[in-house]
């Protein structure tokens, strides 16, 4: 059964960058794409991007400036990072596996939660 | 960019029949997903492009997509249905967009 665990700091200041890794276990990071979600404190899902196992990306216009996102298929790892962050970028983050890049989140990550704050 | 609907909240007792609709312009045409999220949990994916039930997840759970509207449908509902449900597309300018979530009571 394939399960994914995010890690990456719980704590951050403004104009930081942010930086998450997303560990794949029990199957194999080929042949799929791999999402970043994250869910601000009581509000709903953000797509962030995502990345295919060969490398191609894709992100949410809205944060396409801050984000890049990559993957390490021999570690079977995929990570984000997210520049000059600020509180408003306080959320839980989730990974997931992207079905087809275009479709459902099939498998999610626990989330790890990451304040901003000075 | 596109926009996706939800209500904030439905309410049902327990047995009968919730249903949460997901509005958008042409919603028919995409792809719908739904997720159901309990408190302090990850969103689990409880109905994939359109009408699909992901394996382990209960015939109680249906939907449907027609025009403006899909439709997430939980029959016989039960206690442990009580969460927040996502409906989640995808479109060509705002790439993967995701409804606000409904509250389900029960």
């Known amino acids: 059964q394939v399960r994914l665990q995010e890690s990456g700091p719980g704590l951050m200041r403004p104009s930081e960058t942010l930086s998450l890794t997303c560990s794949v276990s029990?199957?194999?990071?080929?042949?799929?794409?791999w999402s970043w979600i994250r869910q601000s404190p009581g509000k709903g899902l953000e797509w962030i991007g995502y990345i295919y196992f060969s490398g191609n990306t894709f992100y949410n216009p809205s944060l396409k400036s801050r984000v890049t996102i990559s993957v390490d298929t021999s570690k079977n790892q995929f990570s984000l990072k997210m520049s000059s962050v600020t509180a408003a970028d306080t959320a839980v983050y989730y990974c997931?596996?992207?079905?087809?890049?275009?479709?459902?989140?099939?498998?999610w990550g626990q989330g790890t939660m990451v304040t901003v704050s000075s | 960019s596109y926009e996706v609907t939800q209500p904030v909240s439905v309410s049902v007792a327990l047995g009968q029949t919730a249903r949460i609709t997901c509005g958008g312009n042409?919603?028919?045409?995409?792809?719908v997903h739904w997720y159901q999220q309990k408190p302090g949990q990850a969103p689990v994916l409880v109905i994939y492009r359109d009408v699909y039930r992901p394996s382990g997840i209960p015939e109680r759970f249906s939907a449907s997509n027609s025009g403006n509207t899909a439709t997430l449908t939980i029959s016989g509902v039960q206690a442990g249905d009580e969460a927040d449900y996502y409906c989640?597309?995808?479109?060509?300018?705002?790439?993967?967009?995701f409804g606000g979530g409904t509250r389900l009571t029960v």
């Open positions: 989640q597309t995808w479109d060509s300018s705002t790439t993967r967009v």
């Open positions: 029990g199957g194999s990071i080929s042949s799929y794409y």
């Open positions: 997931a596996r992207d079905s087809t890049g275009v479709d459902e989140f099939d498998i």
């Open positions: 042409s919603i028919g045409s995409k792809n």
